[in-house]
């Protein structure tokens, strides 16, 4: 089972321009990993050139490039910022293709207090059926994540809880070119069990954010209260940890996945703290080459 990683404690460097995409390249190919998802936001879309380049850098360091984290807002009450939503979702399907890539993100949007779970189930579902056409035409698989909060969203997702995910997922048609994306933590920061999630979506996970979290000066509650005041990103008390050293049970993870006979990208999503990353990510990839070796997944 191939296993990539996602820069998420170098993410700042990556944006001010302190590090560049080769630059982490060369830590990913000093790690046990197979490849390296994308994030859009570092992503030069506009520029063919550039975009084959990369993959070229990539492939020459003994990685791929498979997966794309992007962010749309298919919740927003205007239907021409939807529209535009769309047509961005779009540029990340091609220029995920032009990497490389089989697999592109969505997400449902922004918890919007003014919007009802109705319209913005409508909504979404309306997004993501007219997206799946131009995803066959790239060869690219949409995945929709059970996902917390994007970096630079006022509200949390509008599906983050799982019986809303689970709602939304129903109402779209099952599809070569659309799939689950599952990110065990974040099960728990909506407060739901992450195994009942998995077992609930197992047949349709194509993708995994391997993460894992713990609360840093606060609890649950308290994050519940930060949430409902708004504001941009995540909370401070939030924090991504190396992965099998936090709250996630990956042994039951990994049985359910070995029982639907799982095969796909496994992506790491490791904290916030750029001078031990590469440790932490190393420590990572070790402990999941483990487990997935243990449950038949290697």
Not at 20 to 44: K, Q
Not at 102 to 114: E, T
Not at 208 to 227: K, P
Request: proline letters at 4%.
């Amino acid at each position: 089972m191939p296993l990539a990683a996602f820069p998420k404690c170098y993410l700042g460097q990556l944006m001010d321009g302190e590090m560049n995409l080769e630059e982490w390249f060369d830590v990913a190919a000093d790690i046990d990993v197979d490849g390296v998802e994308f994030y859009w936001g570092i992503t030069p879309a506009d520029d063919l050139g550039e975009l084959d380049r990369l993959r070229s850098a990539a492939t020459d360091r003994g990685l791929s490039i498979p997966m794309m984290c992007y962010s749309p807002d298919f919740t927003h009450p205007d239907p021409e910022v939807r529209r535009e939503e769309v047509e961005q979702e779009k540029r990340a399907i091609e220029a995920t293709a032009r990497l490389g890539g089989g697999y592109c993100r969505v997400l449902s949007g922004q918890r919007r207090p003014d919007v009802s779970r109705e319209e913005g189930l409508t909504w979404v579902s309306n997004c993501i059926d007219e997206l799946l056409l131009h995803a066959a035409d790239y060869e690219v698989t949409l995945i929709l994540e059970n996902h917390y909060k994007d970096d630079y969203w006022n509200h949390p997702e509008f599906a983050q809880q799982m019986d809303v995910f689970l709602e939304l997922l129903d109402r779209i048609d099952e599809s070569p070119w659309f799939g689950v994306n599952y990110d065990p933590s974040n099960a728990i920061i909506a407060g739901d069990d992450p195994i009942e999630l998995l077992d609930a979506v197992k047949e349709r996970v194509v993708t995994m954010h391997a993460s894992d979290r713990y609360l840093e000066g606060g609890t649950v509650e308290d994050l519940r209260e930060i949430e409902a005041e708004g504001g941009e990103g995540y909370a401070d008390i939030l924090q991504h940890g190396v992965v099998g050293e936090g709250m996630i049970d990956y042994d039951a993870v990994f049985s359910l996945l070995d029982e639907a006979e799982f095969d796909g990208w496994i992506s790491i999503e490791d904290g916030y703290d750029a001078e031990k990353g590469k440790e932490h990510l190393d420590r990572s990839a070790r402990f999941l080459r483990e487990k997935m070796a243990e449950h038949g997944l290697s």
